[in-house]
T-cell receptor
Framework: KAGVTQTPRYLIKTRGQQVTLSCSPISGHRSVSWYQQTPGQGLQFLFEYFSETQRNKGNFPGRFSGRQFSNSRSEMNVSTLELGDSALYLC???????????FGPGTRLTVT | QQQVKQSPQSLIVQKGGISIINCAYENTAFDYFPWYQQFPGKGPALLIAIRPDVSEKKEGRFTISFNKSAKQFSLHIMDSQPGDSATYFCAANPGGYQKVTFGTGTKLQVIP
């Protein structure tokens, strides 16, 4: 069974640009969560989607947004990139009604 | 506000020894406490998890001890091996939600 896949794996953007990251959950998993990982702040919850609806949201500015498609694939978008947005962005999926989350390898975003 | 405090930040253990990582939480709404293992360049992988209705859970060489009254839980790695060298994160979920709060991580190095 394939795991969570994230594309692209690496990305370099310039300050002020926007970026879209993609996540494909494990087959049968309908919940997708996004996290930001940085050396300074650690792992922080961004948001969770279930059945195309945002169910939970962390404490991030509105520049961070996401969506989920009918096939459970999810995208997150960051607009007006700042240097501080440089991070590893992780996606995790889980089955409906279960708490166990399975993470993808992440997308390493560098903002210059 | 950091809701899950993890210590130590780093740990060096001899091969065959016991590695112990501690976490403390504040939010009594948390009811699921997973531990994740992360290798460089990879996403976190679920290692073991516990709910507050049990005081201990063991899976192979990994044991979680949970003290509900003290709001503390710990991970014990018995017979530590060089392959266990990784960063370990404790985490906590509130009931019914995937809004996971992570500890700051412990970098474990097991030396031969």
């Amino acid at each position: 069974k394939a795991g969570v896949t994230q594309t692209p794996r690496y990305l370099i953007k310039t300050r002020g640009q926007q970026v879209t990251l993609s996540c494909s959950p494990i087959s049968g998993h309908r919940s997708v969560s996004w996290y930001q990982q940085t050396p300074g702040q650690g792992l922080q919850f961004l948001f969770e989607y279930f059945s195309e609806t945002q169910r939970n949201k962390g404490n991030f500015p509105g520049r961070f947004s996401g969506r989920q498609f009918s096939n459970s694939r999810s995208e997150m978008n960051v607009s007006t990139l700042e240097l501080g947005d440089s991070a590893l962005y992780l996606c995790a999926s889980s089955r409906q009604g279960e708490v166990e989350q399975y993470f993808g390898p992440g997308t390493r975003l560098t903002v210059t | 506000q950091q809701q899950v405090k993890q210590s130590p930040q780093s740990l060096i253990v001899q091969k065959g020894g016991i590695s112990i990582i501690n976490c403390a939480y504040e939010n009594t709404a948390f009811d699921y406490f997973p531990w994740y293992q992360q290798f460089p360049g990879k996403g976190p992988a679920l290692l073991i998890a516990i709910r507050p209705d049990v005081s201990e859970k063991k899976e192979g060489r990994f044991t979680i001890s949970f003290n509900k009254s003290a709001k503390q839980f710990s991970l014990h790695i018995m017979d530590s091996q060089p392959g266990d060298s990784a960063t370990y994160f404790c985490a906590a979920n509130p009931g019914g939600y995937q809004k996971v709060t992570f500890g700051t991580g412990t970098k474990l190095q097991v030396i031969p």
